[in-house]
Nanobody, 129 residues
Framework: QVQLVESGGGLVQAGGSLRLSCAAS????????MGWFRQAPGKEREFVAA????????YYTDSVKGRFTVSRDNAKNTLYLQMSSLKPEDTAVYYC??????????????????????WGQGTQVTVSS
């Protein structure tokens, strides 16, 4: 099993930046492709970004491309999401998760929350206008 704990959320003005962290413990973090998801009030959880287990490949939903950057440090067992040029519509609870599905990185499996087996508790990001 992998235990995941997110941090770094908060309140920021539109146009500002935040960096989320996801600390992992338990099973080998470096063996998993990892993802970030978010859920706004009254909406379904949606995919935000993902990174391969080596860190060599990344994948983003269109709405955050050019503004968010996902990265990882396997030596520190930590996943990151650098968020810039934040917009009010980015307001949500952000979750990190470990991919356990069989689909290859970059396929529909990467963006499907049902293919992620370990989840953090989430961290709130609020962007004011």
């Amino acid at each position: 099993q992998v235990q995941l704990v997110e941090s770094g959320g908060g309140l920021v003005q539109a146009g500002g930046s935040l960096r989320l962290s996801c600390a992992a413990s338990g099973h080998t973090f470096g063996g998993y492709n990892m993802g970030w998801f978010r859920q706004a009030p009254g909406k379904e959880r949606e995919f935000v970004a993902a990174i391969s287990w080596t860190g060599g490949s990344t994948y983003y939903t269109d709405s955050v491309k050019g503004r968010f950057t996902v990265s990882r440090d396997n030596a520190k067992n930590t996943l990151y999401l650098q968020m810039s040029s934040l917009k009010p519509e980015d307001t949500a609870v952000y979750y990190c998760a470990a991919h356990v599905g069989r689909g290859r990185f970059g396929t529909s499996s990467t963006t499907s929350s049902t293919d992620y087996g370990y989840w953090g508790q989430g961290t709130q990001v609020t962007v004011s206008s």
